[in-house]
């Protein structure tokens, strides 16, 4: 066996991702974090599992980077993106050209002539696509404001990158031409500029007409075969041929294959498409996630260690600072979502290691600062998910919901018989239906964005973190009767639990739990009253299927009431031996079979009890409609 064999370093790889990143999940690290250090335990400065090749499997993983920018723009459609232009292109550019303009200016102050330290500028502005948005999939956080803004400022840079490309050769030392480098970026760098300008503008307009007009025609006739491989063979083949164009003509392949997913995201094929894609991005995402660890070049940093400390603080610290005060003043973000949006991109970005080949290739800038770049980068990239994992766990309990307008929680001036901690999509639901029905609530939230856009709304909405028994008692809980707990912390719901039944045992608590595991620890607390937020919708959608397979809609109803009872009976008995496995499996099947046999048993006596009034077609025949 060869040690430098395709066969050998797949498995070393995927040996590696398989041992590295369950250990990462169980502790809690994330699995960006995971494949990181892999890619460090193997690679030449680790175990030396890897070596110099790793360079030529991260041209091949970041394949991976430009199929996860195929399924973004799948899910970004035209409209949305237009409705996204303001933060897109508002705070995208103004990241990009004051983080440019910083890192230009330090450059300057070393030493750099202006061409070289406007290309480091560039080149460092840019942040991680692959690692933030996988990272804030993780761990849900996409949807909040600072996921968002993320996303905004990362769809603005992997734009961008086709300007940043155009202008690097314009940057090139005097007397020093692209081509005499010994480098080319394509087959059309011979060309004049103004011949590769129209083949630039030609490519995308190409690519826009392919998407509009053809794939979806070719993606039906493939359909009406019924194979699902040619299915998937075309989706890879179309990702493989838009890369080859945009890189054939010099731009980013992410980008063209980014706009291709954006114009077929209005297509009846999208969610196809995104359930074949999906396990090649995930795989080639993880690979390249390895080989960045890989790359981080330790014998460099053991050699001057003052030199890239300072070079990776500055690089972090610098972006922090500028995406701080941008999400302060453009966004208007709390703390909370701003130390998210802030440390999320504080990094360099795999682009940056593209970018820099390219500097080095027009000789902008020198070999050893290039390789000084290359590692600063490559280990901001690797600390990202570490600084996230600092600020959820660290920062953000005493930080991020402590600060709004005035930095202290709201004074409450009104007690109400129902106090609701968490106005999020559960809580909020709660409290509009008690107030449609004239039951006074107070509402407390600890998301202070969230809170100015439900005072917006219309909604009185108090800010304050619900954790704190002297914010319960201002809010009344002295003299009220029910504490819903609907906030999505788990964590939180159990301390707030703990501390209720110590201050306030005389508070009926009806408590939120996402699923079976976070019931039986509600239940194990003595809370009577737990909710599973997939229950109801669960049993609606059995109700509906019943209905549509002909069953009468009485029958449905019932059984799924007697499904409910059942399968709450289940929880609080099952949570007393939930800890013993193999009790537990044997009284959940034993659950699981009776319930089974009571429903069949209401089923053969169904005809007996059945009640037409429960069936609007019936009814609708009755009235003769």
């Not at 690979?287 to 890989?294: N, P, W």
């Not at 953000?396 to 929680?409: K, S």
Request: with cysteine; hydrophobic share 50%; net charge negative.
């Amino acid at each position: 066996m060869h040690s430098d064999g395709f066969f050998y370093q797949a498995f070393i790889y995927l040996l590696a991702a398989l041992v590295a990143v369950p250990v990462a999940k169980r502790l809690g690290l994330g699995s960006v974090l995971g494949y990181l250090i892999a890619g460090i335990l193997i690679g030449p400065f680790g175990i030396g599992l890897v070596g110099e090749e790793g360079q030529e499997v991260m041209h091949f993983a970041e394949f991976g980077v430009v199929m996860m920018l195929f399924l973004i723009g799948l899910e970004l459609s035209p409209s949305l993106f237009w409705r996204m232009r303001r933060p897109i292109i508002g705070s995208g550019s103004l990241q990009l050209s004051i983080t440019s303009l910083a890192f230009a200016t330090i450059g300057i102050a070393l030493g750099y002539p202006w061409q070289s330290a406007l290309a480091i500028g560039l080149i460092l502005a840019l942040s991680s696509t692959a690692i933030v948005l996988q990272t804030l999939n993780e761990k849900g956080l996409m949807k909040t404001f600072a996921g968002q803004s993320s996303f905004s400022v990362l769809l603005f840079q992997d734009v961008a990158v086709i300007p940043v490309l155009a202008i690097l050769p314009l940057l090139a030392l005097s007397g020093t031409a692209p081509h005499q480098t010994g480098g080319h970026h394509g087959p059309l760098d011979s060309l004049p500029g103004w011949l590769q300008t129209i083949a630039l503008l030609a490519a995308v307009g190409l690519v826009i007409l392919v998407g509009r007009y053809l794939v979806r025609p070719a993606f039906r006739l493939i359909a009406k075969t019924g194979l699902r491989e040619m299915f998937t063979s075309a989706a890879l083949m179309l990702v493989i041929g838009i890369a080859l164009l945009m890189t054939a003509v010099g731009l980013s392949a992410a980008l063209g294959t980014f706009l291709a997913g954006v114009l077929l995201a209005g297509s009846e094929y999208r969610h196809q498409l995104e359930a074949d894609i999906e396990p090649f991005k995930a795989l080639l995402l993880g690979l390249f996630f390895i080989a960045v660890g890989a790359s981080v070049d330790f014998q460099r940093i053991a050699a001057e260690p003052g030199t890239m400390a300072v070079l990776v603080i500055t690089l972090v610290v610098t972006k922090f600072v500028i995406l701080f005060l941008l999400g302060r003043f453009f966004y208007k973000m709390g703390t909370d979502q701003n130390l998210l949006f802030s440390f999320a991109l504080a990094q360099g970005g795999e682009f940056g290691f593209v970018l820099l080949s390219f500097a080095a290739q027009d000789a902008i800038l020198p070999p050893e600062t290039t390789s000084l770049l290359v590692a600063a980068i490559a280990l901001s990239m690797t600390l990202t998910p570490l600084l996230l994992l600092i600020n959820e766990k660290v920062l953000q309990p005493r930080v991020g919901t402590l600060e709004i307008e005035g930095g202290d929680p709201d004074t409450i001036d009104e007690e109400n018989p129902v106090i609701i901690t968490g106005f999020g999509r559960f809580g909020e639901v709660v409290g509009r239906f008690l107030r449609a029905n004239g039951v006074g609530t107070t509402v407390l939230e600890y998301d202070s964005d969230h809170v100015e856009l439900l005072r917006k709304l219309g909604l009185k909405v108090y800010y304050g973190d619900a954790t704190r028994c002297d914010l319960l008692r201002m809010a009344g809980a002295e003299k009220a009767r029910l504490l819903v707990l609907s906030i999505d912390d788990h964590a939180k719901t159990l301390d707030m639990v703990e501390g209720v039944q110590k201050n306030f045992p005389h508070l009926t608590i009806l408590a939120r739990a996402t699923g079976r595991q976070e019931a039986y620890e509600l239940v194990e607390k003595g809370v009577q009253h737990v909710y599973r937020e997939t229950l109801d919708t669960s049993l609606r959608m059995g109700i509906d299927a019943l209905n549509l397979l002909g069953f009468r809609s009485f029958y449905a109803h019932r059984t799924a009431r007697t499904f409910r009872r059942h399968d709450e009976d289940s929880v609080k008995e099952l949570a007393k031996i939930r800890h013993d496995k193999r009790s537990y499996l044997s009284l959940a099947r034993q659950r699981i079979q009776n319930l089974e046999t009571i429903l069949l048993a209401e089923l053969d006596n169904s005809e007996e009890t059945r009640d037409k009034g429960w069936d609007t077609e019936s009814l609708k025949q009755e009235y003769g409609k």
